[in-house]
């Protein structure tokens, strides 16, 4: 009886997670935004990466990773757009649903595209992924 009682509590954290997970407000005010002085290059941390280029036309290049992030499965925008020169999109895992941020914004003649988890400690390397896929994507 015991047993059952803990399995069913188990279950029921577990459910109560994932549903915590994919309906958890994703405040624009908090998640848009450039905050990087990163010279170009690429830049691990924890939880996320960030790549900046430096480009010749770069809201070519943000038209570009724009149209590569809405070819993303389970991604969407969250806020912005190419005319603010920033622009902010949630991608959810495909189990869980757990969300990632990802920023792309222009800074002068550069590019910044920036991806971070959400919840959590280790991306395992999904954000990384991520951002090398878009820049192959977008031919920078």
Not at 14 to 21: I, Q
Not at 57 to 83: D, F, H, Y
Request: hydrophobic share 55%; charged share 20%; glycine share 8%.
């Amino acid at each position: 009886m015991i047993l059952r009682l803990v399995l069913a509590a188990l279950v029921l954290a577990v459910l109560a997670f994932a549903v915590w997970v994919r309906l958890a407000p994703l405040p624009a005010d908090r998640y848009h935004r450039m905050d990087s002085a990163n010279v170009p290059g690429d830049w691990p941390m924890r939880g996320g990466f960030e790549a900046v280029r430096q480009v010749p036309e770069p809201r070519a290049a943000l038209v570009a990773l724009a149209q590569a992030a809405e070819l993303t499965p389970r991604t969407e925008l969250l806020e912005g757009s190419v005319e603010e020169g920033l622009l902010t999109f949630v991608t959810r895992s495909a189990v869980w649903g757990f969300p990632d941020i990802s920023n792309i914004w222009i800074d002068g003649d550069r590019v910044h595209l920036r991806a971070h988890l959400v919840f959590g400690g280790n991306d395992f390397g999904v954000n990384r992924a991520r951002v090398e896929g878009w820049l192959a994507l977008a031919g920078l």
